[in-house]
């Protein structure tokens, strides 16, 4: 999802593809569902995305729809198919005098702070910083629905499963260090202390990932991308130790395509679903549809969707590089804010 920020921000207003009395609204790399006509495209609002912990003056303006045991967190919801990533809160409630900037984290400012689930041990350990690496990218996947207009009509696509792991990140650079993080570690600019009971190294090591990239890359600056499984409650994908699908590989900062992975990284890969020109209505049917993982061969449990990007990679109108997530209807029904990231 987007990075954690709380925002105030100018409106765009999309269709929703379900239904009539509905609409989506894009604040920042938020979506919001929300009725139709009460936002026109230009419009100023401040946004709580999920995991938002709201400081009591503004949580009793929402009780009914947050959730945790003080019923101060913000969630998510899906109305129609589509998900709301937070709340909208009134300009007048926080920023009468329109003193608050635009487009920057004003959480600190309204005294909203992040939820963060509690880390089981086997994801925890000792950090430091990103250091000595000369190439240092992050990766986010958003919402499909209020990016789509970033694909260019019969551009050649591919789409991959969505996996229901977590995100790790395996570094090796030209001088044969290597380093471990996570999503969230690597935001705050940290990696993993390399550990034998940490999930994430493990994963590495029994796939020999650190001896691979010694051997195809020995003196470049690497960064291997991938979720690492099982890893949350129900979805192992056929794995019974810890293992990686892997969707992103770059090297000396350029992202490879697909076609250019090497073999030994690509027998690890995510599965592809699709490959071919981009179809609007083709891709979020297939996405939306697909009910069993595809990993295993085995449809031991459903599958959280799909993720669609060019070809060729590249980059989105606001510079992220351009992959976007479409949530297969089964798993909708089922997701929730406790996932480890």
């Known amino acids: 999802m987007a990075e954690f920020r709380v925002i105030k921000a100018k409106v765009k207003v999309f269709p929703h593809p379900n239904a009539e009395r509905l609409e989506l609204l894009k604040i920042g790399t938020f979506q919001a569902v929300v009725e139709k006509e009460v936002y026109q495209d230009g419009d100023t609002v401040i946004f709580a995305p999920e995991k938002s912990i709201l400081p009591d003056q503004l949580a009793e303006d929402y009780r009914k729809y947050l959730r945790g045991a003080e019923k101060n967190r913000v ?3 899906r109305l129609r198919g589509q998900l ?18 635009l487009d920057e984290d004003i959480s600190e400012q309204l005294g909203i702070i992040k939820y963060e689930p509690p880390i089981p041990q086997n994801l925890a350990g000792e950090v430091r910083p990103v250091l000595d690496f000369a190439y240092v990218t992050k990766h986010d996947v958003e919402q499909f629905r209020i990016y789509a207009d970033n694909f260019i009509p019969q551009e050649s696509v591919i789409v991959t499963e969505k996996i229901h792991g977590s995100q790790v990140v395996y570094f090796r650079n030209k001088n044969g260090e290597i380093a471990v993080s996570s999503k969230g570690m690597l935001r705050r600019g940290l990696t993993l202390e390399q550990s034998n009971d940490n999930f994430y190294w493990n994963a590495g090591y029994n796939l020999n990932i650190f001896e691979t990239l010694a051997v195809l890359f020995p003196d470049r600056d690497v960064q291997l991308f991938g979720e690492v499984v099982p890893i949350q409650k129900g979805f192992n994908y056929g794995f019974r130790k810890p293992s990686a699908l892997f ?18 990284i690509k027998i690890n890969w995510v599965p592809i679903l699709y490959q071919g020109e981009y179809d609007l209505d083709k891709i979020v049917k297939l996405c939306e549809k697909i009910k069993y993982e595809t990993v295993s061969g085995k449809k031991l449990h459903i599958s959280e969707g799909g993720v669609i990007a060019p070809i060729a990679p590249r980059y989105s109108c606001e510079g992220f590089d351009l992959q976007l997530k479409i949530i297969a209807k089964a798993y909708a029904k089922i997701e929730d804010d406790e996932a480890f990231s």
């Open 75 to 77: 969630g998510t919801i």
């Open 84 to 101: 709301s990533m937070g709340v909208i809160i009134p300009l007048q409630r926080v920023d009468p005098r329109n003193n608050l900037p």
């Open 247 to 264: 969707y992103k590989l770059v090297v000396d900062g350029r992202i490879f395509p697909y076609q250019e992975v090497p073999e030994k």
